[in-house]
């Protein structure tokens, strides 16, 4: 993930570092699980993810649904955005396909997605690669 994608976002980095690796202490399985997950994890898995991690980003007035076919809304600071869950973020392309976002649409939207996968991505898009927080060697640095 772009590390200006964390800045932009992520208000409490500390508090979302200490809050995934508590949680992971918790669930002892749970890496095991996330690396077993991606194989079958549904949309409704990140939804809960970013639902749990909420607090840490600069998000506030989320609804949950979202303009043109997209899941959820959110204010960051004045800018409104519009939110997509996806597993992987290729699945995005969809979206694009249906016409549910157009080019210029693209700044306005977030993909919130387990794994960044989209090497194509639009550089207006910003993603945030939920995984990312769980990597262990993003936890070292």
């Given at each position: 993930?772009?590390?200006?994608?964390?800045?932009?976002?992520?208000?409490d980095l500390?508090?979302?570092?200490?809050e995934t690796k508590e949680?992971?202490?918790?669930f002892s399985v749970l890496h095991q699980t996330f690396e077993f997950a991606e194989h079958w994890?549904?949309?409704?898995?990140?939804?809960?993810?970013f639902g749990?991690?909420?607090?840490?980003?600069?998000?506030?007035?989320?609804?949950?649904?979202?303009?043109?076919?997209?899941?959820?809304?959110?204010?960051c600071g004045d800018d409104v955005k519009q939110l997509e869950f996806?597993?992987?973020?290729t699945g995005f392309k969809e979206h694009i396909k249906r016409g549910d976002v157009k080019p210029?649409?693209?700044?306005?939207?977030?993909?919130?997605?387990?794994?960044?996968?989209?090497?194509?991505?639009?550089d207006d898009i910003d993603v945030i690669d939920l995984k990312h927080f769980f990597k262990d060697d993003f936890f070292k640095s």
């Open positions: 993930m772009k590390e200006e994608i964390i800045k932009k976002y992520v208000k500390d508090g979302l570092i200490r949680w992971e202490e918790e994890m549904y949309e409704q898995g990140v939804i809960f993810l749990r991690f909420y607090k840490f980003f600069n998000f506030r007035d989320i609804a949950i649904w979202g303009r043109g076919g997209l899941d959820a809304q959110v204010r996806e597993v992987f973020s210029e649409d693209y700044k306005s939207t977030i993909i919130v997605c387990w794994i960044h996968d989209w090497k194509e991505c639009p």
